[in-house]
């Protein structure tokens, strides 16, 4: 059974940055695809962005131009959050999926966004 493990979270202000770190405990490359999503209070759980074994990025809307997923060789997957917003305040999960099988979770980890 495959364990992700967050890092990374907490509080900053408005316009800051954070960098979530999620490591694997095999290689990310034994995945068809890795992710991040996230959930508000009273919200649905959503995609934030996500990578493909062969690179190939995706994001949300909402995070577009300001936050940027990325991985090393081994098995460690990144997401790099700049412009940091209130409404960017959720619990941060790391996936790791193998399409039409399953998609294994993280713990998460808690980013809080305020002044």
């Known amino acids: 059974q495959v364990q992700l493990v967050e890092s990374g979270g907490g509080l900053v202000e408005p316009g800051g940055s954070l960098r979530l770190s999620c490591v694997v405990s095999?290689?990310?490359?034994?995945?068809?695809?890795m992710g991040w999503y996230r959930q508000a209070p009273a919200k649905q759980r959503e995609l934030v962005a996500a990578i493909t074994n062969g690179g190939n990025t995706n994001y949300a809307d909402s995070v577009k131009g300001r936050f940027t997923i990325s991985r090393d060789n081994t098995n460690t997957v990144y997401l790099q959050m700049n412009s940091l917003k209130p409404e960017d305040t959720a619990v941060y999960y790391c996936?790791?999926?193998?399409?039409?099988?399953?998609?294994?979770w993280g713990q998460g980890t808690q980013v809080t966004v305020s002044s």
């Open positions: 095999r290689s990310i490359f034994s995945f068809d695809a």
């Open positions: 996936t790791a999926e193998q399409w039409g099988a399953s998609r294994s």
